[in-house]
């Protein structure tokens, strides 16, 4: 491919694609590889040097494997569904980078003493052991592969990709996995699909007519969403917080 393709020819690309044409969706991952895929994934390159428990090609795969699985979820009429692709592609990396993260630290309780696997309910640390909760009496720490002799140095990098997933994009991505049901729904008609203020004359009404429901659900569910990134933005000072102890 010769040259960078833009969002229209994403657009028509994505409607051939959908109706089972296999030179579309080569074309639109083909573009992806060679233009765009280098960029948005470029910064968590450092996370995946000589020692780390990812290798970056799974990263590319990972990106490339949930674009193409994005394909036919996405909704050419409205938005720009190339924007939709890179943001699946995109969220996909980061669970994959944060997963890696949780497997290298674990979690303290201050009550019983015991260290175990991250655990949480409701966006609060809970002890496995003794039932401990909140950020006051659990801690987390780095972890220690004594078996094979490797001290995971990798844990600074998967924690400077965690801090790097500060920005708006990344925090969105980390947030949508607490959110399920209905109040997904809403947020990715919102936040993937544009049904936004900035596209809809009236997005309340035009969500609660896609989804079958009146306008009052959907602001029952809008309080709800706005309610749980209220707690998940004050997890997030507390994680900063972490991060900065630990990198000095």
Same mark, same amino acid.
């Given at each position: 491919?010769?040259?960078? $393709?833009?969002?229209?020819?994403?657009?028509? /690309?994505?409607?051939?694609?959908?109706?089972? #044409?296999?030179?579309?969706?080569? @074309?639109?991952?083909?573009?992806?590889?060679?233009?765009?895929?280098?960029?948005?994934?470029?910064?968590?390159? !450092?996370?995946?040097?000589?020692? &780390?428990?990812? @290798?970056?090609?799974? /990263?590319?795969?990972t990106f490339l494997i949930a674009v193409a699985k994005a394909v036919?979820?996405? %909704?050419?009429?409205?938005?720009?569904?190339?924007?939709?692709?890179? *943001?699946?592609?995109?969220?996909?990396?980061?669970?994959?980078?944060?997963? *890696?993260?949780?497997?290298?630290?674990?979690?303290?309780?201050?009550?019983?003493?015991?260290?175990?696997?991250?655990?949480?309910?409701?966006?609060?640390?809970?002890?496995?052991?003794?039932?401990?909760?909140?950020?006051?009496?659990?801690?987390?720490?780095?972890?220690?592969?004594q078996d094979d002799g490797t001290i995971l140095n990798t844990v600074?990098?998967?924690?400077?990709?965690?801090?790097?997933?500060?920005? %708006?994009?990344?925090?969105?991505?980390?947030?949508?996995?607490?959110? *399920?049901?209905?109040?997904?729904?809403?947020? %990715?008609?919102?936040? $993937?699909?544009?049904?936004?203020?900035?596209?809809?004359?009236?997005?309340?009404?035009?969500?609660?007519?896609?989804?079958?429901?009146?306008?009052?659900?959907?602001?029952?569910?809008?309080?709800?969403?706005?309610?749980? $990134?209220?707690?998940?933005?004050?997890?997030?000072? !507390?994680? #900063?917080?972490?991060?900065? &102890?630990? /990198?000095?």
């Amino acid at each position: 491919m010769n040259k960078e $393709l833009n969002a229209e020819q994403y657009r028509e /690309l994505i409607k051939l694609a959908q109706e089972g #044409d296999k030179f579309a969706m080569n @074309d639109i991952l083909a573009d992806m590889m060679q233009y765009k895929m280098r960029t948005m994934l470029y910064k968590y390159r !450092e996370a995946c040097t000589a020692g &780390s428990m990812i @290798d970056f090609s799974d /990263l590319q795969q990972t990106f490339l494997i949930a674009v193409a699985k994005a394909v036919n979820e996405a %909704d050419v009429e409205v938005g720009n569904p190339m924007v939709f692709l890179l *943001s699946k592609g995109k969220w996909a990396v980061i669970d994959v980078l944060r997963s *890696s993260y949780r497997r290298v630290i674990r979690q303290h309780c201050e009550e019983c003493g015991a260290t175990t696997r991250l655990n949480e309910e409701n966006g609060q640390p809970v002890c496995p052991k003794c039932g401990a909760k909140g950020h006051d009496k659990i801690h987390r720490e780095q972890f220690v592969n004594q078996d094979d002799g490797t001290i995971l140095n990798t844990v600074a990098m998967q924690v400077k990709s965690t801090e790097d997933m500060t920005s %708006d994009e990344e925090l969105i991505a980390d947030f949508r996995k607490r959110l *399920s049901g209905k109040k997904l729904e809403v947020f %990715d008609y919102i936040m $993937l699909k544009g049904f936004d203020r900035d596209g809809c004359k009236n997005y309340i009404k035009e969500i609660a007519e896609k989804m079958g429901v009146g306008q009052a659900n959907i602001n029952l569910r809008l309080r709800a969403i706005k309610k749980e $990134l209220k707690e998940y933005l004050a997890e997030i000072e !507390e994680m #900063d917080r972490y991060i900065e &102890s630990k /990198l000095g």
